[in-house]
């Protein structure tokens, strides 16, 4: 049973920069795409982004192209989503997930 744990988020202002980590435990990134999206309050969860793990490759929906950048660290079994000139907008609870399996979320809360 793989286990998905984020970490990373606070509160920043508009502008600033944020790194999340997703650490997988119990099992391997290998098989499966990691998946970033995002819950703001209020909203449905959108997509971010993600990477294919096995080839890097990673895909941003519209919003965050050009100032996220997603990452991997086959030894630490880690996603990363790098979020740069950050905007209240992007307030949201950040997940990351793999297949079925999910993590709980961190909370990015960007201040104007």
């Known amino acids: 049973q793989v286990q998905l744990t984020e970490s990373g988020g606070g509160l920043v202002q508009a502008g600033e920069s944020l790194t999340l980590s997703c650490v997988a435990s119990g099992g391997s990134f290998t098989p499966y795409s990691v998946a970033w999206s995002r819950r703001a309050p209020g909203k449905e969860r959108e997509f971010v982004g993600r990477?294919?793990?096995?080839?890097?490759?990673?895909i941003y929906t519209d919003a965050v192209k050009g100032r996220f950048t997603i990452s991997k660290d086959n030894a630490k079994n880690t996603a990363y989503l790098q979020m740069n000139n950050l905007k209240p907008e992007d307030t949201a609870v950040y997940y990351c997930n793999a297949g079925h399996f999910w993590g709980r979320g961190t909370q990015v809360t960007v201040s104007s």
């Open positions: 990477i294919i793990w096995s080839i890097g490759d990673p």
